[in-house]
Each structure stands twice: as C-alpha cells, then as structure tokens.
C-alpha cells in the first residue's frame, strides 16, 4: 500500500483503509464531529490543484508526440488514479521537484506504442472511467475496468454505446455500466458518431480528448434534450488547444476533431475552485473574510461562477492581486440575514452541494434547479441532500431538475457522506452554524482534497479582525 503525504495530509489513492489523518477529531464510531465556528474569520486559504484540469492533461500529455511537464497538479485519489491507469498502458510518469506546496510536479512521456493487457482501477473517478475507455482503444490488447461497488452504479452505457459506433469491440454483458473489457487493435477509425450524454458532459469530453489520435477524428453529435455542465467541454476544448489541436463547433452540440498531433506542453495547473466552494462560503456563515490564493483572472473552471453566486446570498466578492476575497460580514452567526435564492446551476452543478447546504441556513426558501443529472454522481446527490439536511430538521424536497428547500431550525446528528466528497463538506458547512453535526465519512474527501480537515481547521484557527461590516 502506497502512501502519500502533503502538507500533512496521510492519504493513499487506491483504497479506503488510509484516509486522511483525521483521528484527533474522530469519536469511537469513526465519526468527525463538524468544528462549530466561533467568530469572525480572517483565513487565506492555497489550495492544491484542479482535479479536473490535471486529470485532462494527464490524459492529453499520454497521447501528445513528446514529453510534458505537469506544474502544481493535483494528488488525489482521483488524479493518482488516473496516473495509476495511464502507467499500465506504457505511459512513463515520473514525479520530480517542483514549486507547489502539495507535492511533486510529474513528467510524461508517452510511449511509442499504447499497450494492453491490463486492468484499470477507476475508484470512484468519473474521469477515469469516461476519459480512458477511448484511450486504451488505441492500445494493443484487452483492457478491463472496473471500480469501486458504488461507481458500478454510475451511468456508462453512453460510453459503451459510443465505442462500439467507433467499431471497438466492448463486452459489458448488457450492463451499461461497470465492469467491462474492450479489445484495443493499436488504432480507433473515428469518423462520426451520434451520443446521448445527457447524463454527463465527461462523455462528450473522453471522446474529444482521444480523438486527435483517431485515423479520421472525430465528428461527434449529442442526441439529447439537455447537456449538463458545459464549461467542462470548454475546458476540454480549451487544454487541446493549447496543445495545436482547434475543434470546431458549427452549432450546438456538434464538435468536430481533427487527427492532429497533440504537442507535449509544459503545463500550469490552476487551484481547484471547486474545492474553494466550502471555504468561501464559510465567510457568510462566520463572518469575516476568506481568501483563496492563486485565483485565475481567466478560467474554464466552473468554480469561477462562485464570484457572482455568492453575492446572491450577501456577500461582497472583491479581487485581491491573485486572490479572490468574499467578506460576509457579519456573518449568519453574527446576526446577517441569508436571503432565500433561485438558482439555474446547470452549468456549475458541482457548486451544488455548497450551494444547497448554504441555502438550509437561509431564511428564506430557495429552489436550485438544472441539476437533475447529479441523480447519477459520486451518490444521488439530490437525494442525499434531502435525507441528510431533513434528518437534521430541514425540509427538503425533491424536484425533477432540482431541489426545493425551505428554512427550518437545524439540530445536530449524524450526516451521512456515501463516499462523495462534496457530500461530506456540505456537511462541515452546516457544521459551522450547528453543534453536533457528525459526518460518518469525512476522509472521502480524499478524491480530490485530501488536505480538506487540515485546511478547514487552519481556516477557524484564524485569528478574527475588527473591520467595518454591515
């Protein structure tokens, strides 16, 4: 068993027996009792990197014509993962030396030839399990996947179905979903192809990214009524850009690919901003400040929506040099009054987990709708969110694309994570507003933060400052 550590953070990415070390805040049942927030805050918080952006360059640098360098990326269960993956198709990734503070910086070379005959460990990462399918169809040899028991309930017909329009050869056994195996033949036609990706953009993504190396590229339709959290295809097409490979988009939902080398890069790896949600939003709760270093001026990352979601609920968002600062001034603790909020998160549905356990410290109702497709998530989100805030004395109901939430008193109990990362910092968001919250899994957070309890208690450790609010 493989461990790492960062910034004081004990993870291993490749099961759940090491998790973050967290046993100082755990109580007999494994526990971890949520900190309650004591003041004001004055935290700047540095976050590791993008797990979406590293696990798209990581898959771009195996396919590129040369080596590439990956600066600040992310290491997480998801991203190391994805390296573990792309090792067993002959891809060298090498960690060296490098200026962040949460680990190495890794080097790739890819090799002449893809190479099959392996077997490839998804986890719980969606990235994996739908960017890597077209990749080892360009390996030599069988490969199978499968994953954890709870990603085998996670939608992959659409990525099934896809590869065998290309003419791979896919065995599922009718499931549509994992395990299943393919036989890679050294080189995928492409040519053009129809898909439904309703239930996620990362299907439209894992063909983009591989199509470069198509003998014909790629033209790709999606067939569906709705196609969910677009700036993820953005940020897709944005990464085989900087590598010379433009895709076309004549209308909507339809992309074309080029075969085109994908050129090796040396590539900077943005902070997740994603992963900024919980911290930000911290700031209307407690009150005070929260600052996260290395905020892009310009991103593909959904994260940015943050910058204008979270003044709906009161906050002032302010630039500061290279760091976004939200004040929430009193705070919800010191008096400040959160407005109820109606929200479209069809294109940032990640945000919704913070977004939502914001919003049940509201005092007004919200309703946050496009964001149906997290039914088919780490967990179901929306129905994880409505048991979990009404089993603390919320009142959460359950819409087709969304979720109504009315404000009630919260109380304290148990808060049930099921293995989702963003399920278990929703719950240390109302943690901070309520005694007693107790999340059963807290080093889920492992996929893609594992540092997340260290920076969270940095975060209320903070001194408070005295400044004019509102």
């Not at 590229?217 to 085989?240: C, D, F, Q, Y």
Request: some cysteine; hydrophobic content about 40%.
């Amino acid at each position: 068993m493989q461990v790492f550590t960062y910034s004081g953070a004990r993870f291993s990415p490749y099961g759940d027996d090491e998790r973050p070390s967290t046993s100082d805040a755990l109580d007999s049942n494994g526990d971890w009792l949520a900190p309650r927030a004591t003041g004001p805050l004055a935290a700047r918080v540095s976050l590791p990197g993008s797990k979406s952006l590293t696990n798209r360059e990581l898959v771009l640098s195996a396919l590129a014509d040369g080596p590439s360098l990956l600066r600040r990326p992310l290491h997480s269960r998801d991203s190391m993962l994805m390296v573990e993956a792309l090792r067993s198709l002959g891809v060298q990734i090498e960690e060296v030396p490098g200026d962040g503070a949460y680990g190495p910086d890794l080097r790739v070379t890819p090799p002449a030839e893809l190479s099959g005959s392996t077997a490839i460990d998804c986890g719980l990462a969606g990235t994996v399990m739908r960017f890597l399918p077209p990749v080892a169809a360009l390996a030599l040899g069988p490969v199978a996947f499968d994953g954890d028991e709870s990603a085998r309930r996670r939608p992959m017909r659409t990525t099934v179905d896809s590869l065998r329009a290309l003419g791979v050869d896919v065995n599922d056994d009718g499931r549509g979903a994992l395990p299943f195996s393919l036989w890679g033949t050294g080189s995928v036609r492409g040519g053009e192809i129809s898909i439904d990706a309703s239930a996620s953009s990362q299907f439209v993504s894992g063909l983009l990214l591989a199509a470069p190396r198509f003998t014909e590229g790629l033209v790709l339709r999606h067939t569906g009524e709705r196609l969910p959290s677009m700036p993820h295809i953005e940020m897709t097409i944005a990464a085989l850009a900087d590598r010379g490979v433009t895709v076309e988009n004549p209308e909507p939902g339809v992309w074309v690919v080029p075969a085109h080398p994908i050129a090796g890069r040396t590539i900077d790896i943005e902070p997740d901003l994603s992963n900024a949600a919980p911290f930000l939003v911290a700031a209307l709760i407690a009150g005070g400040t929260v600052a996260v270093d290395g905020w892009p001026l310009s991103t593909t990352q959904v994260g940015a929506d943050l910058e204008t979601l979270l003044p709906l609920f009161g906050a002032t968002v302010r630039r500061d040099g290279a760091s976004l600062v939200v004040d929430g001034g009193r705070g919800l603790l010191g008096g400040a009054v959160l407005p109820g909020v109606d929200l479209d998160l069809s294109t940032g549905g990640e945000l919704a987990p913070a977004i939502v356990a914001l919003a049940a410290l509201a005092s007004g109702p919200s309703t946050i709708t496009g964001i149906g497709h997290l039914r088919g998530h780490e967990t179901d989100r929306l129905a994880a969110l409505a048991a979990e805030i009404t089993g603390l004395g919320g009142h959460v109901t359950e819409l087709d694309e969304g979720l109504a939430i009315e404000p009630r008193a919260l109380h304290g109990g148990p808060w049930r994570a099921y293995e989702d990362h963003r399920m278990a910092t929703a719950g240390a968001i109302i943690g901070l507003a309520v005694d007693g919250v107790r999340v059963d899994d807290i080093g889920s957070t492992a996929k893609t933060l594992p540092q997340f309890v260290e920076l969270w208690n940095g975060m209320l450790d903070q001194p408070s400052v005295t400044s004019e609010r509102s």
